[in-house]
């Protein structure tokens, strides 16, 4: 089963600075770092490369296909499924996350929320999309998307997942019943005939949401999160050579996902979520707010 991003070149315009190793379960937490160009975080670089993979994202193969002759037409359906960028401070994520679960993490996307938006203005609730991994021959995961932009790390580290927590737990703030991941498989589940899969493509995922014990293969669900938070160089760090402010913002970085580790470890037994494989992603903006808004702008006007 193929990816639904077109290419992964948008991956280049990011530096990878590190991979971390949770725990025993597989989970990793990968740092990247926005192109930095004259000591400023270059947003219009990552525009440029983000352009590409919004209607990936955005619509399902399905519909892609039905517009193959249509570029111009495609990219407008594509941009309309957006919230109004103004209004929204999750959409950024969201789509981020698919770009990282696909490119770098190499997990098909099986269902993105955004492609059920019939307007702009329309939200829609629970995870920002499911994906599978194949991890060996015999197993395979099915990976929920969760993401938060939030300014401090450690905020946007335990509002992630106390959301899976939730989502797992089928839970709300107040301990009430609400719709979960089991609602997810089944409206997944409901939904294959959206997308272009042939007969045993279909056969193989609906296997994948319900397994049975006649299966040759083991399936778990897992969660992909992406964390977007905010750092604020000094004057006096801004004022650096280029290259050094390379460096200062790298050893930032590094040094905050380093001291963010223990907490998730520490969110992994408070919220109870052993046995779950995490695939994270982090990346740092500078001034988010704006950051966030220039971005969607850019990609979806």
């Not at 103004?86 to 993105?112: D, M, R």
């Amino acid at each position: 089963m193929n990816l639904s991003i077109a290419s992964n070149d948008f991956l280049k315009v990011f530096k990878h600075l590190d991979t971390h190793d949770i725990s025993n379960t597989g989970s990793k937490v990968n740092l990247f770092l926005c192109p930095i160009n004259a000591n400023k975080f270059d947003y219009n670089r990552i525009i440029e490369e983000l352009v590409e993979p919004v209607a990936d994202f955005a619509i399902s193969r399905k519909v892609k296909r039905s517009y193959s002759n249509k570029p111009m037409k495609l990219s407008k359906v594509a941009r309309e499924k957006f919230v109004e960028y103004k209004k929204n401070t999750g959409e950024l994520g969201e789509f981020l996350l698919y770009c990282f679960l696909e490119g770098h993490l190499n997990a098909p996307k099986i269902f993105s929320k955004l492609e059920m938006k019939t307007s702009t203005s329309m939200y829609v609730n629970g995870s920002d999309g499911v994906h599978f991994l194949k991890v060996s021959e015999k197993n395979y995961q099915l990976v929920f998307g969760e993401s938060k932009t939030i300014k401090v790390l450690g905020t946007a580290m335990y509002d992630a997942f106390k959301s899976i927590y939730q989502f797992i737990n089928e839970v709300n703030d107040k301990g009430a019943t609400k719709s979960g991941i089991n609602f997810e498989k089944r409206m997944i589940s409901d939904n294959l005939d959206h997308e272009i899969w042939s007969e045993e493509e279909k056969e193989f995922l609906t296997k994948l949401i319900y397994p049975t014990s006649e299966e040759d293969f083991d399936v778990d669900d897992a969660f992909g999160i992406f964390v977007g938070f905010q750092i604020s160089p000094s004057d006096e760090e801004r004022m650096l050579s280029n290259s050094e402010y390379r460096k200062k913002i790298e050893a930032i970085v590094k040094d905050q996902l380093l001291k963010e580790l223990k907490h998730i470890e520490d969110l992994t037994n408070r919220f109870e979520l052993y046995g779950y494989s995490f695939y994270i992603y982090a990346l740092p903006f500078t001034e988010l707010d704006k950051a966030r808004e220039e971005i969607m702008k850019g990609i979806t006007i």
